[in-house]
């Protein structure tokens, strides 16, 4: 639901002012009952970044690397096309062990 959208990016703003993240990171967050809960917030965020990348067609190592050296970067410009997608990316865990 968009109330669900808008409250997931007013929480991932928060945290990552509230922590200073610079770089990337990844975030998983429940909805139920209307209500949103973070599970994780991670900064290593090396399988997610490339996933990412790929599902939304931007460079978030580019971007990543101009935030953590405080250079300009144009996130909010170039990440909320997101909503305008015709697909999802799903990940999936692949586990080593048979």
Not at 22 to 33: A, E, H, I, R, Y
Not at 51 to 77: M, W
Request: proline share 3%; glycine share 6%; charged share 30%.
């Amino acid at each position: 639901s968009d109330a669900d959208w808008n409250g997931c990016r007013d929480i991932a703003t928060k945290v990552c002012e509230r922590l200073e993240i610079t770089g990337p990171f990844n975030m998983q967050v429940l909805s139920k009952d209307g209500k949103l809960k973070v599970i994780e917030t991670n900064v290593r965020a090396s399988r997610s970044l490339p996933f990412s990348s790929k599902v939304l067609d931007v460079d978030f190592v580019e971007i990543a690397t101009r935030a953590i050296v405080g250079a300009e970067t144009e996130y909010q410009t170039r990440c909320d096309r997101q909503r305008e997608l015709t697909h999802v990316g799903v990940k999936v865990p692949q586990f080593s062990w048979k």
